[in-house]
Every structure is written in structure tokens, then in C-alpha cells.
């Protein structure tokens, strides 16, 4: 199985000044080659990204003699980026979609490059990992913050600049996976803007809501940069300081999310989740920002990976499924708004709507487990990994 580790690496200033000039020449070739594919593409022809790799690779000593000095893993995969960007753009407009067409690249904006491990140049050395220190082709090795997790063959690892440094993904074939603690059979999980997620035991796990927590220093900070000076050294610094609020945001965001979904994966065999529309939920303009903070997209991909390494079930249930309205007893349907919190059936049950909705979705999850091979309910798929 492959798996990665990122790490926060403590390089020296040459360190620094390579891979600035390695995200630098990756972005260029991005560039490049994105230009190349339009202009055959306009002219009638079929480009690929093999044959765009070809010719910068001709080309590259005699016009751009600058990206010799890094590693040749670094321009490569970026026009093997250019490719990808185009397969799922095409894939997505025969599916109906309206996709975005690939975009040029910018300066400061997501720069990172590729280091692959495997035979190299003279004078280049596979990637190789010693405690607390790795080693990259061109440039040697490299102070990290902590050592890799993960045993096994290192793959690639590709290392980007972010707001309070450089860090490297190491990606690693390792046959280190999650394994069950205690199965405690099948459960229902309801996703909330108040409550991150209900269970269907009646446990509840409170989102950490960290944007929310810290929205005044966002603001002011936002207000700090707006008055800088465009391309000031003032600006660049109000603008590394609202970086490092919102990378703050995010690990405490993401930190939340692998907790929980560690915790079913490794806890219960059958999960029941619902297949929310998030980017239809983030239009209702008082909802987004509390949506948006829980991060129901990244827990729905984070549950259905980590699944996979303790052999679980998921059960997805249909988004149109009444989880809410439907009484988790008689299952008689009754009609709530957004503002009723408990769910009042003339049967006698009375239940917080969302532990209501999580105890049917457990209910849908065990009659979808149950049935014949092969055979899948109209409103719930399975995921079996």
C-alpha cells in the first residue's frame, strides 16, 4: 500500500535557493508545455504529454540551460502534470460537467516540485532517508523536523513551499496499514454544522470550528493587508503573517478530521454515512462559513481511505434519504424545518433530530449489508474495501 508522510524540513539558505529555483523551473516547464499543447491543439493536432516531454528535453540545453541545474524530475513531472490536467478536463466535459481549462501557473502561488527515487545521473543520488534527514538528488541531504513514520520503499517525494516553510511528502510502499481495535459492528454517522458528527450510540464528536474561533484575527489581518502597498516588503510580511493564520486553520481543521476518522475505521466494520451535497450547502449564504469549517467533504474522503486498510464496509447513503425526518421507530415521515431540533413522532419517540437521523442511517446500513451478493439498494451504494 502507499502512504505519505509530510514532514517540515529545516533547510540551509543554498537549500532554500535550490528548491525556489526547482518550483521555479517546474513552473516554467508547466508553462511551457500548457502553451505548447494550445497552440498544437489550435492548429489541428493531437499533443501528449510524452511527445511535449521529448522536445523540451532537445531543447532544454540549448534555451533553457538554467534547468540543468536541478533535479530533471522536476520539469518532467510537471508537464506530465499537464497532461493529467487535460484527461480530467476532457473526462469531465464528455461526463456533461463544466470543467475549468488548465491555467498558467503563478509565482508564490502552490510551488512545489518532484523528486523521484530511481536511477539517476552521474553525479546524482537516489532518494534516501536516515532518521531525521533525507537526501535528494542534486542537492544532498536535508534536515527534517521528525523521522518517516512509514517502512518501505520511498517512491517520490515532492516538496513545496508553504506558509511557515518547506515541506516534503515522502511517498512511501510500506505494508504499514490501520488495524481494528475493537469491531463494534455497524453505526450510523450524521454530519452537523453545531455537532461535527453524531453517532448512532448517541456518542457526539464537537468540531474544534477553528475558523470561527479565530475569525477576528483573520480579519484584522485581512484589513492589515489591504492597506500595504502592493509588492512593498510591509505587504509580503502582512501577507506571510494571514498564510500562517490560515495554515493554522487548516492543520487544527484536518487534525480533527483524522482523529474521527481513525476512530471509525479502526472501531466498527459497517459505517453509515450520507452522501451530502456540500457545494449545494455552501450557497445558503448563512450556512457556508459554519459548513465550510467542519470540512464534510474531507471527512467523507478521509473515512472511505482509511477504511480500506482495516478491510470495513461503508454504506453511502442517498442525500435525498428523509435521515431527519423519518421517525427511527415506526418510520412514519414527518415534516421539519431547519429550526426543529427534536423530532416528535405521534409513536411516542422523541429524539434530537440528528441522533435521530444517525440511528436510521444505521438502520439503512445493516438492511444494505444484508443483502444478496451483489445486489445494491436503490438508495444507498456500498463501498466494500
Not at 510551488?111 to 539517476?120: E, H, K, L, Y
Not at 537516489?126 to 521528525?146: C, D, N, S, T, Y
Not at 451530502?276 to 449564504?285: E, P
Amino acid at each position: 500500500m502507499l502512504r505519505v508522510h509530510k514532514i517540515k524540513l529545516n533547510p540551509n539558505k543554498a537549500q532554500e535557493h535550490y528548491f525556489a529555483q526547482a518550483c521555479g523551473v517546474a513552473r516554467h516547464a508547466y508553462n511551457w508545455a500548457l502553451a505548447e499543447w494550445k497552440r498544437h491543439y489550435e492548429a489541428g493536432e493531437k499533443p501528449s504529454e510524452m511527445s511535449l516531454r521529448k522536445r523540451y528535453n532537445a531543447i532544454k540545453p540549448v534555451e533553457f540551460p538554467w534547468a540543468l541545474d536541478v533535479t530533471k524530475c522536476a520539469p518532467q513531472q510537471a508537464i506530465k502534470n499537464v497532461g493529467t490536467a487535460f484527461q480530467n478536463f476532457f473526462k469531465n466535459v464528455k461526463q456533461g460537467k463544466k470543467p475549468g481549462y488548465p491555467k498558467f501557473k503563478k509565482k508564490g502561488q502552490h510551488d512545489s516540485f518532484r523528486a523521484d527515487n530511481g536511477p539517476q545521473k552521474k553525479g546524482e543520488s537516489a532518494v534516501k532517508v536516515e532518521g531525521k534527514r533525507i537526501q535528494l538528488p542534486k542537492i544532498g541531504w536535508i534536515r527534517m523536523r521528525e523521522e518517516v513514520r512509514f517502512s518501505g520503499c520511498i517512491q517520490s517525494t515532492t516538496v513545496s513551499k508553504m506558509a511557515d516553510g518547506w515541506y516534503i511528502s515522502v511517498l512511501v510502499e510500506t505494508a504499514n496499514t490501520l488495524s481494528m481495535r475493537a469491531d463494534k459492528g455497524v453505526v450510523g454517522v450524521d454530519f452537523g454544522v453545531k455537532t461535527l458528527a453524531i453517532l448512532s450510540d448517541g456518542t457526539e464528536i464537537q468540531g474544534p470550528k477553528p475558523q470561527k474561533k479565530l475569525l477576528k484575527r483573520l480579519r484584522r489581518l485581512n484589513k492589515s493587508l489591504s492597506r500595504k502597498k502592493k509588492g512593498s516588503a510591509n505587504f509580503k510580511k502582512a501577507k506571510t503573517k494571514l498564510s500562517k493564520l490560515h495554515k493554522r486553520i487548516a492543520d487544527v481543521r484536518e487534525d480533527s478530521l483524522h482523529k474521527l476518522s481513525h476512530k471509525l475505521a479502526t472501531e466498527y466494520g459497517v459505517i453509515g454515512i450520507e452522501d451530502l451535497n456540500v457545494k449545494g450547502m455552501v450557497k445558503n449564504r448563512s450556512l457556508a462559513r459554519a459548513i465550510s469549517d467542519q470540512g464534510f467533504g474531507k471527512l467523507r474522503t478521509l473515512i472511505e481511505y482509511k477504511v480500506a486498510m482495516t478491510c470495513a464496509t461503508v454504506v453511502i447513503v442517498d442525500r435525498w434519504f428523509p435521515s431527519s425526518k423519518t421517525c427511527s421507530v415506526c418510520g412514519a415521515i414527518h415534516e421539519l424545518k431547519l429550526s426543529d431540533r427534536t423530532m416528535n413522532c405521534e409513536c411516542g419517540n422523541t429524539l434530537d433530530r440528528d441522533l435521530n437521523a444517525a440511528i436510521n442511517l444505521k438502520n439503512y446500513a445493516v438492511s444494505s449489508t444484508v443483502l444478496a451478493c451483489g445486489e445494491k439498494s436503490a438508495d444507498a451504494k456500498l463501498l466494500v474495501v
